[in-house]
Nanobody, 126 residues
């Protein structure tokens, strides 16, 4: 079974940037859809972005569109989330996830994803 490890989180001031990484082992990520989700303090987990198997199609939540880019390097078996112009509303634990079913379509639903990483904390101060 694939295992995911997120990294790259930390503390930044408003307006700053972070790049999160999701490294996979156990299988080749080129065969699956990947997604990023986040869970702010006291709130439900929410969709951030998803990317197709080849990386040629992406999908973003309205709250991050224009500030966030998801991309993948299948040769390195890694998916990234580049976040710019961060604000306090972006403070959350960020998770990457694998969607192995119906891999021709992207999804924003938590239930569509099969495997999750442990998460990495992002804190944005004002």
């Amino acid at each position: 079974q694939v295992q995911l490890v997120e990294s790259g989180g930390g503390s930044v001031q408003a307006g700053g940037s972070l790049r999160l990484s999701c490294a996979a082992s156990g299988r080749t990520l080129s065969s699956v859809v990947m997604g990023w989700f986040r869970q702010p303090p006291g709130k439900e987990r929410e969709f951030v972005a998803a990317i197709s198997r080849s990386g040629d199609t992406t999908y973003y939540a309205d709250s991050v569109k224009g500030r966030v880019t998801i991309f993948r390097d299948n040769a390195e078996n890694t998916v990234y989330l580049q976040m710019n112009n961060l604000g306090p509303e972006d403070t959350a634990v960020y998770y990457c996830a694998v969607k192995t079913g119906n891999t021709r379509w992207l999804s924003r639903e938590i239930s569509a994803y099969d495997v999750w990483g442990q998460g990495t904390q992002v804190t944005v101060s004002s």
